[in-house]
């Protein structure tokens, strides 16, 4: 009787917890069906991501020298084609990009299933898994479907690891160094990330690890060298030189383990060291160590580097999500009950309101006025913090204020001198009708932004002629840092 009534608690824990996890799958995919045809941006930097796509329908370059114009992000260039390539079909526009990370997202929890359920050959760990991620929507602030790289990333790294770990085959191993190879060629941090699944290959793989490492190298390789070729050096400045010239935020060293990790998901870590003391077999020890050196180390990397956001966590919480759900199966043998019960506290500790994702009305209305009021001045108007939107509005886009910044804080002296003085020339001969700067929530300590953007010539040349929103209410991107279109500029008049 004991045993039955035990029995009965574990089964109702078990199914709570997988309710859990389906909640949270079905909650993630809702948001991203309800917000991904918004025609203004999710997160301020998407605009400018569009505008990267725009280039290439217009036949232009992406890789080039930064100017006023256009200044690229700091990525390898492979999800920037794909988009292109279905805007041909969609229309240029925030859709075919945010259509492309969501099917990458919803690809990544179903290899997290799927890396869990093969390896336990339980499909609720699998289930328990692909929940704790689609759970950390929130930790990463919104990011699974926006119009950036990472959603690609993620998927093209997770499929290659899975074929590399399950299919041991020489043509297998092959299309896994592939498909590493891709994700690389969409975010460069998958590079550091394979290292360790590569060294396992080439020990514990051969002969068919050295196909997997060779399609690697081969591909990375000679895109660089190709794409380095073809761009004139500047494919290499951007993706390379660039970034390694950016300071490291020493506050962030223990702040990822603490703030990013510990404090959301103290249970799933847990559970992931546990799952080394738990698993008897040698080689999948041997193989989820070192998978984990390089999604978590990978992601700390990442986020330690001076403009890091939580997007940069991703890899960290797959990892996790995959771990969790490894050792679930394995404690389930023992202790169901406490296994399903740690589930849940796991999961209550990650519920969130999903509104809070969800551009509201009003927010479209402010998108909506901001649009015509750039649309009804006469000649250039200047939006240094959102790409695209100039363009909605029937006028040139210009380089996106971030991309600028990350040329700025780099070490390319005659690099960043020819940049500012583009700049510096176009505000002071006053060549935009208008500039529209941005500004935080009230209560930031940094709520404008005017010290950061060229503050001296601004104020030489423009005044501040109005405030498009008097108050907190509405206009905010729902993922990312609050900022939104607050200060018209104008000319000022001509002394005669």
């Known amino acids: 009787m004991?045993?039955?009534?035990?029995?009965?608690?574990?089964?109702?824990?078990?199914?709570l917890?997988?309710?859990?996890?389906?909640?949270?799958?079905?909650?993630?995919?809702?948001?991203?069906?309800?917000?991904?045809?918004?025609?203004?941006e999710l997160q301020w930097m998407e605009g400018a991501t569009?505008?990267?796509?725009?280039?290439?329908?217009?036949?232009?370059?992406?890789?080039?020298?930064?100017s006023?114009?256009?200044?690229?992000?700091?990525?390898?260039?492979?999800?920037?084609?794909?988009?292109?390539?279905?805007?041909?079909?969609?229309?240029?526009?925030?859709?075919?990009?945010?259509?492309?990370?969501?099917?990458?997202?919803?690809?990544?929890?179903?290899?997290?299933?799927?890396?869990?359920?093969?390896?336990?050959?339980?499909?609720?760990?699998?289930?328990?898994?692909?929940?704790?991620?689609?759970?950390?929507?929130?930790?990463?602030?919104?990011?699974?479907?926006?119009?950036?790289?990472?959603?690609?990333?993620?998927?093209?790294?997770l499929a290659g690891c899975y074929l590399l770990r399950f299919y041991p085959t020489a043509r297998a191993m092959a299309l896994g160094g592939v498909l590493l190879a891709l994700a690389f060629l969409t975010k460069q941090i998958a590079l550091p990330i394979a290292v360790p699944v590569l060294a396992y290959c080439l020990r514990w793989r051969r002969p068919q690890g050295y196909l997997a490492a060779g399609m690697l190298v081969t591909l990375v390789a000679g895109s660089t060298l190709v794409l380095h070729l073809v761009s004139g050096g500047w494919y290499t400045f951007y993706a390379f030189s660039l970034p390694r010239q950016h300071q490291l935020e020493l506050g962030k060293f223990a702040s990822f383990w603490l703030a990013d990790l510990l404090a959301w998901l103290p249970i799933a870590c847990t559970a992931a060291v546990g799952y080394f003391f738990l698993q008897t077999n040698a080689d999948a020890r041997r193989w989820y160590a070192l998978l984990a050196v390089g999604m978590i180390g990978g992601a700390w990397s990442a986020r330690v580097h001076s403009g890091g956001y939580s997007n940069t966590v991703l890899p960290a919480y797959a990892m996790l999500a995959i771990l969790f759900g490894l050792a679930a199966a394995?404690?389930?043998?023992?202790?169901?009950?406490?296994?399903?019960?740690?589930?849940?506290?796991?999961?209550?500790?990650?519920?969130?309101n999903p509104l809070r994702f969800l551009p509201t009305h009003a927010d479209l209305a402010a998108g909506q006025r901001v649009q015509a009021l750039v649309a009804a001045?006469?000649?250039?108007?200047?939006?240094?913090?959102?790409?695209?939107?100039p363009t909605l509005a029937g006028k040139q886009s210009y380089a996106h204020a971030m991309a600028v910044y990350d040329v700025e804080r780099g070490t390319a002296q005659p690099v960043k001198a020819a940049l500012d003085a583009q700049i510096v020339d176009a505000?002071?001969?006053?060549?935009?009708?208008?500039?529209?700067?941005?500004?935080?929530?009230?209560?930031?300590?940094?709520?404008?932004?005017?010290?950061?953007?060229?503050?001296?010539?601004?104020?030489?040349?423009?005044?501040?002629?109005?405030?498009?929103?008097?108050?907190?209410?509405?206009?905010?991107?729902?993922?990312?840092?609050?900022?939104?279109?607050?200060?018209?500029?104008l000319p000022k008049p001509t002394r005669r």
């Open 377 to 389: 001045m006469p000649g250039a108007v200047y939006l240094p913090f959102h790409g695209f939107l």
């Open 427 to 489: 505000l002071t001969h006053r060549r935009f009708s208008a500039v529209i700067l941005d500004a935080r929530p009230e209560g930031h300590p940094a709520k404008l932004v005017e010290p950061f953007w060229y503050q001296r010539e601004l104020y030489a040349n423009y005044y501040p002629a109005h405030v498009l929103f008097p108050s907190d209410a509405d206009g905010w991107p729902a993922t990312g840092i609050k900022l939104r279109p607050q200060v018209l500029y």
């Open 330 to 352: 394995r404690a389930a043998e023992r202790r169901p009950a406490w296994v399903y019960l740690a589930c849940l506290a796991q999961f209550a500790l990650l519920i969130y």
């Open 17 to 40: 917890a997988l309710a859990g996890a389906a909640g949270y799958l079905l909650c993630y995919l809702v948001v991203a069906l309800l917000r991904i045809r918004y025609p203004f």
């Open 2 to 15: 004991r045993y039955a009534a035990s029995q009965r608690v574990s089964n109702t824990l078990k199914y």
């Open 50 to 66: 569009v505008d990267h796509v725009a280039r290439i329908l217009a036949g232009k370059g992406i890789y080039v020298r930064p």
């Open 68 to 157: 006023l114009a256009f200044v690229p992000y700091l990525y390898t260039p492979l999800y920037l084609y794909l988009a292109a390539g279905l805007a041909k079909v969609t229309g240029i526009g925030f859709f075919p990009l945010r259509l492309i990370s969501l099917l990458a997202s919803l690809g990544s929890l179903a290899l997290i299933f799927l890396f869990v359920s093969r390896e336990t050959h339980s499909r609720s760990a699998g289930l328990l898994a692909a929940g704790l991620f689609a759970a950390t929507y929130r930790l990463c602030d919104g990011w699974f479907d926006i119009a950036r790289v990472d959603s690609l990333f993620l998927c093209l790294l």
